[in-house]
DNA sequence: TTGTAAGCGTTATCAT
DNA sequence: ATGATAACGCTTACAA
């Protein structure tokens, strides 16, 4: 199969196969768009054959200038080095493969204010519509969408005032699972760990189902933030908890993956061992957990539905099916491993 | 700052500015790309100030279109969940941004066989020039990048018959100093553990270098493929590299983080300790490295400046710089840790 | 210095 | 059923 001519200068375009065929533009066209309908056979086959011939791929640039459609998808995330973000690029990914769009990636680098720079670059590119793993910091984020009017997914962070369909981790149930899985391990004295909440709407609702469910079940249930490069203070925060203890068994559930290393290494400073002289739940399935301590229990999100749902809620929309917004939580997945055994 | 009047049709085009500024759209295009140069500045305020009131901003896709320039760069990666793949997206990510680029991203997702329809998808988007983590599978896919005369970068893996910039860690350098660092700790038989080589040009590289440089040193250098769901044939191979040694202590060298999960979970499955019986050193930074056993000793890549660079060289040659083909090569830094400590 | 007009590669609206 | 032709939003000769 020999490579198509690849005539030196720019790309082949529906004029040159126009001329091969010995017809129209339009009549190109027509073929490419319409196929059977609107086209006597012996044209379609001569135009094909020039197609073939020409190697001809339309230029999805000027189809994009014409109809105002791209067969783009712009994706917004966070944090790129978040292997949560990269779990949903991916399902959005292979989605959008799926359904012949391509992805148009502005990574934030967890530089909050360039929300609205990044929706105007990826907008000015004509994307047909947006996912947005965001920080949420930006209170005009949501305007800039609306202004395109242009369908939006957000992914694990909601939007204040943004109207738009929502997927993530259902955060109370899983929070709830990690909670009673550690008391019923025997584990009585609980402190939840979570990033800064900052106004991210995730964390905001994990710290208030952690307290709410803690209260219910009558066990203490403490809060600490574990932020970049403060390993002291979460050692501190580590010692009052068993301090204020007594001789009830203590346990921590981190927030996330990132949380999870910082308590791991705060466990490792004080000397502690997970399982025995702490206990351990932590949202975010990693691939290494299993291999730290005793193996550290964790919370899965269904991250690869989560990105491939958030996907295809886009691109439904972008077919022009109507719904209101809708609101998709997918539950999480205890593995229990050794820190959450049975307490001492 | 209240949002731009955002007319509900269709977004603002030149021709409202130049309307607003009641000048012709050549002047608001002169304004737009030369501003200072060839523009009166009266002319020049007014046409800013219906830019500003407007909220205008020009069409990549139509400017695209009219220069065959998109400031656009196409970014291939085999697998997006490949930490090392996501290092090189945030490197070559925000080297693009600075420049004022977005980046289109393709993940082959492992299947080396789309790389050709990758690249064509991507082309066809117009593209500027591409980055390429590729599988190398395809021979074809040289051609598929030559044919578009666009420049190209290759990542990590060389790409036979096809000439591009080449950035890459410097893998017979990192394979010498993993076994160097062993050797001097005392260990004396070593076992290289690689994925199935398959053609990937940094896996031989990596191999050889080992061979190459284990027998120049006059101690045994083994190695062994660990594949997907092959755990029990690593146990195997780790058990038979013992029994050759005889009472010489034995360690191996991890190719990469994936075979650092493998090998741990092997040595685990065995009930062998790190540090004590068996000495590890893995090429390959990760966040969890210190947290396994004693400390897993690693070789870090520098990632970070390898997306970087790559990002670089290919913006350099988008800006009309020729060179000749380059290949920058990056060492990689050892850190030691519990795991390869002095061999009993 | 500014405006007019052609054209980038498509598709859609007319005719024919 | 097919072909001219006019857009889409922009840049760039060429005129003025």
Redesign the pocket.
């Known amino acids: 199969m020999p490579p198509p001519p690849a005539r030196p200068e ?2 082949t ?3 040159d196969v126009a001329r091969e065929a ?9 073929f ?2 319409h196929r059977d309908t ?3 056979p ?3 086959t001569r135009v094909e054959k020039a197609v073939q011939a020409l190697g ?4 999805p ?3 994009a ?4 459609r791209s067969r783009l998808i712009g994706l917004v995330v966070a944090d790129i080095a978040n292997p949560f973000s990269v779990a949903v690029l991916r399902g959005a990914e292979k989605a959008a493969q799926q359904a012949g769009y391509l992805v148009m990636l502005f990574n934030l680098g967890n530089e909050s204010e360039r929300e609205r720079e990044a929706i105007e670059a990826l907008a000015a590119y004509q994307v047909e519509g947006f996912i947005l793993n965001t920080l949420g910091a930006d209170p005009h984020a949501a305007d800039e969408v609306a202004r395109h009017g242009k369908p939006a997914v957000l992914v694990d962070r909601k939007h204040a005032g943004m109207q738009a369909d929502f997927v993530s981790l259902d955060n109370a149930d899983a929070v709830r699972q990690g909670v009673s899985h550690l008391l019923a391990a025997g584990w009585r004295e609980l402190l939840y760990v979570s990033e800064p909440v900052a106004g991210v709407s995730s964390r905001a609702e994990r710290v208030a189902a952690f307290r709410e469910f803690t209260r219910a079940q009558g066990v203490g249930g403490h809060v600490a933030e574990a932020a970049e490069g403060q390993g002291e203070a979460l050692q501190q925060a580590l010692r009052e908890l068993r301090r204020g203890a007594g001789r009830r068994p203590v346990a921590v559930l981190a927030s996330n993956a990132l949380v999870t290393l910082r308590v791991s290494d705060a466990a490792a400073a004080l000397g502690w061992q997970f399982g025995r002289d702490l206990g351990f739940v932590g949202i975010d399935e990693t691939e290494w957990a299993h291999l730290v301590g005793p193996g550290l229990s964790t919370i899965a999100q269904p991250t690869d539905d989560i990105g491939r749902i958030a996907a295809s809620c886009l691109i439904e929309r972008l077919q022009g099916r109507d719904f209101p917004p809708r609101q998709i939580l997918l539950a999480g997945r205890l593995l229990a491993r050794g820190s959450s055994q049975r307490a001492p």
Chains 1, 2 share one sequence.
């Open positions: 720019g790309r375009t529906i004029a010995g017809v129209s533009k339009a009549t190109v066209s027509r490419l768009n609107l086209l006597s012996q044209i379609a001809y791929m339309p230029s640039m000027a189809q200038l014409k109809r105002g």
